[in-house]
C-alpha cells in the first residue's frame, strides 16, 4: 500500500450496506434531528398490507392510496420479488464480471493492488428504502464494504446496463481503498469521501448523457456532466455519519472538486 492520497483528499471512501425499512410515530430521530422514518399507517395512507396486491394496485389507480401508501406498496411488491430480483441481479452479474470491458478492466486493476471481486463478495440483495416525514425517499442501487465487498440493490436495478454502472462505481470505490486507504465516514476528513464519490460518478457511466436525459429526465446540455457527478457525489457525502448538513456538504465537493474531477485513474480518460 501506499500513503500517496488521490488528488486533493488524503483518504477516501464510500457508504455501504442497505438501509432499513420505514416507520413513522415509533420511531425515535435519528441523531442530528434528521427527520422521522414513516411507517406505514393504513388508516392514513389508504394501503393495507393485508390486502391481495391488486387490489391495493387498483386503489393506486383510483386515488384511494396516498403518495406514502403507494411507496409502502412497492416495497411491499419488492419483498414479495425478492428471490426473483435477486436470481435476475446475479444473471446480469455474472455476464458484467465475465463480459463487460468496463468490470473486467477494473477487476483487473483491483488485482493489481492486491484485491480481488468475484461472484464471492458482489452480492445481490433486496436493500429497502426509506421515507421520512418530510417526504423524501432514500434509495440506493449498491454499496461498498472495504470488509465485505460490494453489494447490488437487486430491486433497484433496472437493467444489465444499470448493474454496470452501478458495479464499476462501487469498484472505483474498491479501487480507490486499495490505492489510498479511504476514510469512509468521515471520521478523519470528509474530502476523501467527496473525491472518490466524484470519481465513481465520473467515471462509472451513471453521468453520461444518455442515462441523465432518458432516465432522469434532464436534458440539459451545457455542463450537465458536471452537474451530474457534483450533484451525486454532494448527496453521497450527506449521507456520511460525519457530514452535519447540505452546506458542509457542498463545501468539502467544492474544496477537491478541480484536483478529484481530473483524475481518471486507473483510467487514462473518462470513456463512458
Not at 418530510?134 to 454499496?143: M, P
Not at 472495504?146 to 458495479?167: F, K, M, Q
Not at 474498491?174 to 467515471?203: F, N, Q, Y
Not at 432516465?215 to 446540455?221: A, M, P, S
Request: charged share 30%; proline share 5%; with cysteine.
Amino acid at each position: 500500500m501506499t500513503s500517496q492520497t488521490p488528488a486533493d483528499a488524503s483518504d477516501a471512501q464510500p457508504q455501504p450496506g442497505p438501509s432499513t425499512g420505514g416507520a413513522q410515530d415509533t420511531t425515535q430521530p435519528p441523531q442530528g434531528g434528521l427527520p422521522r422514518i414513516l411507517k406505514n399507517d393504513p388508516a392514513r395512507t389508504g394501503f393495507d398490507p393485508r390486502t391481495a396486491w391488486w387490489v391495493n394496485y387498483f386503489k393506486i389507480l383510483t386515488g384511494s392510496i396516498t403518495a406514502e401508501g403507494a411507496f409502502h406498496y412497492r416495497e411491499s411488491r419488492y419483498r414479495a420479488h425478492e428471490a426473483r430480483d435477486c436470481r435476475r441481479c446475479e444473471q446480469w452479474r455474472d455476464w458484467c464480471l465475465a463480459h463487460s470491458p468496463t468490470v473486467t478492466f477494473l477487476r483487473q486493476r483491483i488485482a493489481d493492488l492486491g484485491g480481488e471481486l468475484d461472484a464471492r463478495n458482489v452480492v445481490c440483495r433486496r436493500c429497502p428504502a426509506r421515507l421520512t416525514e418530510d417526504g423524501a425517499v432514500h434509495r440506493q442501487s449498491g454499496g461498498f464494504s472495504p470488509d465485505h465487498g460490494v453489494l447490488v440493490c437487486a430491486n433497484e436495478i433496472r437493467d444489465r446496463r444499470h448493474l454496470e454502472d452501478t458495479l464499476a462505481h462501487e469498484m472505483v470505490h474498491a479501487w480507490d481503498h486499495l490505492r489510498w486507504k479511504v476514510d469512509w465516514s468521515g471520521d478523519k476528513d470528509l474530502r476523501h469521501a467527496a473525491c472518490t464519490e466524484i470519481r465513481a460518478s465520473m467515471l462509472s457511466g451513471e453521468c453520461r448523457w444518455t442515462r441523465e436525459a432518458f432516465t432522469r429526465g434532464n436534458w440539459t446540455l451545457t455542463q450537465q456532466f458536471q452537474d451530474c457527478v457534483r450533484k451525486r457525489a454532494v448527496q453521497s457525502v450527506m449521507a456520511r455519519p460525519r457530514c452535519k448538513d447540505d452546506v458542509q456538504a457542498v463545501k468539502v465537493v467544492n474544496q477537491v472538486w478541480d484536483s478529484c474531477f481530473s483524475d481518471t485513474r486507473p483510467f487514462d480518460e473518462v470513456y463512458r
